[in-house]
Nanobody, 117 residues
Framework: QVQLVESGGGSVQAGGSLRLSCAAS????????MGWHRQAPGKQRELVAS???????YTANSLKGRFTISRDNVQNTVSLQMNSLKPDDTAVYYC???????????WGQGTLVTVSS
């Protein structure tokens, strides 16, 4: 089993920055892809960014240039640096990890990011 614990959410004014971190524990050797989704109030959950064990990244087009994902395979952590935040970035951000054994996704508990104008 893999467990994910997120940290780093909070409140910030528009234009500010936040860094989210997610630590994986347990059967981490079975994880390939890690990343972040977010869900804003009244909206569907959307993929923000992902990164493979080898470092190949994906970032949603609308977030490129502002959000950067990184990973530490030794510490089993994935981070999301969010700059130039906008009120539209307000959401619960969820860390996820994909288990290569069955393709299932494991989710963290979510961390709230609130951006005020």
């Amino acid at each position: 089993q893999v467990q994910l614990v997120e940290s780093g959410g909070g409140s910030v004014q528009a234009g500010g920055s936040l860094r989210l971190s997610c630590a994986a524990s347990g059967s981490t050797a079975s994880i390939n892809l890690m990343g972040w989704h977010r869900q804003a109030p009244g909206k569907q959950r959307e993929l923000v960014a992902s990164i493979s064990r080898s470092g190949i990244t994906y970032t949603a087009n609308s977030l490129k240039g502002r959000f950067t994902i990184s990973r530490d395979n030794v510490q089993n952590t994935v981070s999301l640096q969010m700059n130039s935040l906008k009120p539209d970035d307000t959401a619960v951000y969820y860390c996820y990890a994909r288990d290569v054994r069955d393709g299932s996704d494991i989710w963290g508990q979510g961390t709230l990011v609130t951006v005020s104008s």
